[in-house]
């Protein structure tokens, strides 16, 4: 039996393989162009209906809290109901059924968590919009997962409950060649989400994420379609990443590092800057990508011991500015972007031997230090290396 399912595998794999890299991305997108409507005289068309009365009286009768989210972040008299279709399925025939570019609201009841290949469907659903249309989903979370179970049992025996089932649905599915068992068996359903990788695929698929909400023991979302996919890298799953950063003379370089945020947390940098902006420490605030394993990581540093091979390789100095993000990079000032280039990142950054209080200061500390290796590169890294141990080792610097 055993041997029947493992050389079924193969086979099987490939019929029900996920969309997971850029390049299978773009040869569907590459098929499709996006036309651009004019609200107006969508409005002006003789047979234009609302489409608020039978969301409100029909559709979303039973579902009361939704249409209430739902009317406060779209404005449903723009909405024409010959384009809104309301559906309860975790089928993609269902999907694939609509007629391309010919829904302006798109809403599905059923769980995101139920659907065996989420890229595939979110990209079919992109497929049948116009450019500026709303795609409106229900998924439950690790968050809202949590919540339930400890809602529904008593103290102890809920850490219990809590405790399988993050081993059967969350540790399970990431364990080569036992992932494909578990998907073989489960078709995908009943599969446990971060918020992150949910936003992230979206983001992945082509989406911009307008509005969240959880309601009850599930979270909705709001996505409007805005473009093309437009990435150049391909999710990553494992738990050794490799991140694109600003290197030396403003290359891009992979930098590696064990994995602390959950899945397509790498392409919700700008809807996480404009959500929560920075904290006083320039990192991102109530960074919601993280997972509670990855802060104890990044406390002890664990994550930032696979960079030894960036050093070895000669992409890191020992000490050195961070190494960011394309992203991070563009909030810095025109002439420390310019300073920065001009060495390589490091291992150890100015960070820790200054102890900067804000993003102000960060700057400020990376400004003096970068100015003082201009004129005395090997004493001023002997000096930052030395005041940054120190910090470490008596001062209780960690990373956060």
């Known amino acids: 039996m055993l041997y029947f399912l493992y050389s079924d595998l193969p086979l099987r794999q490939r019929k029900e393989a996920d969309i997971e890299t850029v390049e299978e991305t773009e040869s569907i997108f590459r098929q499709e162009t996006l036309p651009v409507r004019n609200p107006v005289s969508v409005r002006e068309e003789t047979d234009f209906v609302p489409a608020h009365d039978k969301l409100k009286e029909h559709y979303l009768k039973d579902w009361p809290n939704l249409y209430q989210f739902l009317s406060q972040n779209v404005d449903l008299s723009e909405i024409d109901n010959s384009e809104t279709i309301v559906l309860n399925t975790h089928t993609l025939f269902n ?92 078709r995908g359903k009943n599969r446990v989400i971060s918020k992150a990788e949910i936003l992230g695929r979206l983001y992945f698929c082509g989406f911009k994420v307008s509005a969240t909400r959880e309601i009850g023991d599930n979270f909705y979302f709001i996505a409007c379609k805005i473009k093309n996919p437009a990435v150049d890298r391909n999710p990553s799953y494992g738990p050794l990443i490799k991140l694109r950063r600003i290197g030396y003379d403003g290359r891009i370089i992979s930098v590696n590092k064990f994995r602390t945020m959950h899945p397509y947390s790498e392409y919700l940098q700008d809807y996480i800057y404009e959500q929560n902006h920075l904290q006083s420490n320039g990192k991102f605030n109530n960074d919601f990508r993280v997972t509670a394993w990855g802060r104890v990581f990044r406390k002890m540093w664990i994550d930032e011991l696979p960079q030894l091979a960036n050093f070895f390789r000669g992409d890191l100095s020992l000490v050195g500015v961070r190494a960011l993000s394309p992203h991070y990079f563009k909030l810095y000032p ?67």
């Open 334 to 400: 025109r002439d420390l972007q310019d300073l920065r280039v001009k060495f390589k990142p490091g291992l150890v950054p100015p960070y820790y031997a200054d102890m900067p209080d804000s993003f102000a200061e960060i700057v400020d500390s990376e400004r003096t230090y970068l100015l003082a290796k201009q004129q005395k590169p090997f004493t001023t890294d002997i000096k930052y290396f030395c005041k940054a141990m120190y910090n470490i080792f008596f001062n209780n610097a960690r990373s956060r």
């Open 95 to 186: 999907v694939e059924t609509i007629e391309n570019n010919s829904l302006t609201l798109f809403i599905n009841l059923d769980l995101i968590n139920d659907i065996r290949r989420i890229n595939q469907y979110f990209l079919e659903v992109h497929k049948k919009f116009y450019n500026g249309s709303y795609f409106v989903g229900r998924a439950e979370t690790i968050d809202t997962h949590h919540s339930k179970i400890f809602s529904k049992y008593p103290g102890s025996f809920a850490e219990v409950i809590y405790a399988l089932d993050f081993l059967i649905f969350r540790v399970l599915p990431k364990i080569p060649l036992i992932n494909r068992l578990y998907f073989l068996i489960t």
